[in-house]
């Protein structure tokens, strides 16, 4: 199936020299919810902005429901939606007028019930008339959320749509973006919150300093890079490894009270190998009083990718 | 494919009247007031005391031209560049950016709406100037096509500041440390022709003198320089204007980054 937008060799340097992307390549498709993990300053607001015409790529191309965004500008920005980041709208405008407003700019005829049907969707009904100053931070969100789908837009960028909102209120703009991908919308999100991406995404690319360091399906990515971790508390400690331990990813911690395995790539194998050890153990007569595994988190993949050879530990250290 | 999409053009438009609506009192009944106090103290009060008029006519006629074009420059170029500025500032403009919207709808939608705001204080000043001094219009429709074009002409010069500034500082130094006192020395309160040489020479220098005269002309059938030559340095400026916008959006300048 045709990707709903391929993005080739794109980089991003500013006049000062500072290159926000790096030759990036990406490939998203049609009707899935991806989310884009880095830290801040990675590149993925300007990545978001090549794509919806606020930044100008310094070279590369971006085609979006297989033309060139470019050359054909005019007819895909109406496909596309863009949530920014920043609480930014005419904050003096009534929440209707401004989500009316905002149908209007992309060229369509008003559309009185969709926009309610948006409103209520976001539990913003209520508020149709208040001015959007008046509103709390995760209604204002919610605002540029609704502003965003008054053109029913085929892609939806959504720039840290949960930043600053409580605990609550991110779980409900969970469920709104689960039913906008029900609905067909493909979603492209930037979160630094790895539950988020976790929860929701169907696939999870993460950048850093501008360079696409891994796209992959979320399970596909857990499995390939997740890793099992077990602390084995021993009833009685043990003064070095048996031989018979050598076989496994083990080392002796806490004074050789625990044994700690870390190992398994992908889950589902790391978990069996516990279970293994466990067995050998018995079999070895050694006894353990308690057994605490933990699988990897996404964040714990994260975590791993960005501290690689190159990542902010390595620069720390050198 | 669509190159203008009309729908597009017509909200920023309505959007941007209405924020002039909304902020009336500043927008419309202050430039409104100060406007007719110009007219009180220097048509009726002081031009009451000048009996030889200037050019032929009573001092509060002539000076009802230079006036008008006073307000208009400072408001044309003030709420246009407001409407980009603000939007600049707060970062609304993604959604400006990132419409299927080009030049053309933004500059009918901005541009527009400060040069239909011009004419209705044009239309203001001119009822509430009838009540203080006695002019004519030899030339109505001229006159309103003539004002219809400084005031597109400063809306666009408006709209560049806009783009141009990055603090209100910079917003408002050209329309009060430039655009007034160049009104004021354009002849709005005397005539040119009055100047002795070389002030008369220095003041032909002055381009407000040629948008004066072009308005006086519309009203009185005669100035101190050609009509033609008013019209057409006009029309330049508004070309000149246009050609830059468009350049603006070609290459992102100010706006994309």
Known sequence: ?318 | MNIFNVRSAWTIYKQELMRAFRTALQSILAPVLTTTLYFVVFGAAIGSQMSGGVDGLNYGAFIVPGLLLLTILGESTSNASFGIYMPRFTGAIYELLSAPVGVAETLVGFVGAAATKSLILAAIILLTASFCVDYSIAHPFYAFLYILLVSASFSLFGFILGIWADSFEKLTIVPMLILTPLTFLGGTFYSIDSLPEPWRAVAMANPIVYLVNGLRWTFYGSSDVPIGLSLGLTLLFLLVCVGFISWVFRTGWRLRT
């Not at chain 1, 990707?3 to 980089?11: H, M, N, V, Y």
């Not at chain 1, 990036?24 to 300053?41: C, H, Q, T, W, Y």
């Not at chain 1, 590149?43 to 070279?59: D, F």
């Open chain 1, 1 to 318: 199936m045709q990707p709903i937008l391929e993005i080739a060799g794109l980089t991003k340097t500013y006049k000062g020299g500072f290159t926000a992307l790096r030759n990036v390549d990406l490939s998203i498709r049609k009707g899935e919810i991806f989310a884009l993990l880095g830290p801040n300053g990675a590149g993925k607001t300007t990545l978001i902005g090549a794509v919806c015409g606020l930044v100008r790529p310094s070279s590369g191309t971006i085609h979006a429901f297989g033309e060139d965004m470019g050359r054909h500008w005019r007819r895909l920005r109406a496909r596309v939606g863009l949530v920014p980041q920043e609480l930014a709208t005419d904050m003096f405008e009534p929440v209707l007028r401004s989500v009316n407003h905002s149908r209007g700019l992309f060229g369509l005829a008003p559309n009185p019930a969709l926009i309610e049907e948006i409103l209520r969707a976001l539990s913003l009904w209520d508020k149709r008339d208040a001015q959007i100053r008046t509103l709390s931070g995760g209604m204002k969100r919610r605002v540029l959320i609704a502003k965003a789908l008054a053109h029913e837009p085929e892609l939806l960028f959504l720039d840290e749509p949960t930043a600053g909102v409580d605990v609550e209120l991110r779980r409900d703009m969970w469920k709104q973006i689960a039913r906008l991908r029900e609905r067909g919308t493909t979603v492209i999100l930037t979160t630094h919150y790895i539950e988020e991406a976790e929860e929701m995404a169907d696939r999870v690319g993460i950048i850093r300093k501008g360079e696409i360091l891994m796209v992959d399906d979320k399970a596909t990515m857990m499995k390939r890079l997740g890793r099992v971790e077990a602390l084995i508390s021993l009833a009685q400690p043990l003064a070095g490894l048996p031989e018979f331990l050598s076989a496994y990813p083990v080392t002796l911690i806490e004074e050789g009270a625990v044994l700690c395995y870390r190992g398994g790539e992908g889950g589902v194998a790391g978990t069996a190998e516990v279970a293994e050890l466990t067995k050998a153990l018995t079999r070895a007569g050694i006894d353990y009083t308690g057994i605490d595994i933990h699988e990897s988190s996404l964040e714990d993949i994260f975590v791993n990718l960005l501290e690689g050879p190159d990542g902010p530990s390595a620069e720390a250290a050198a």
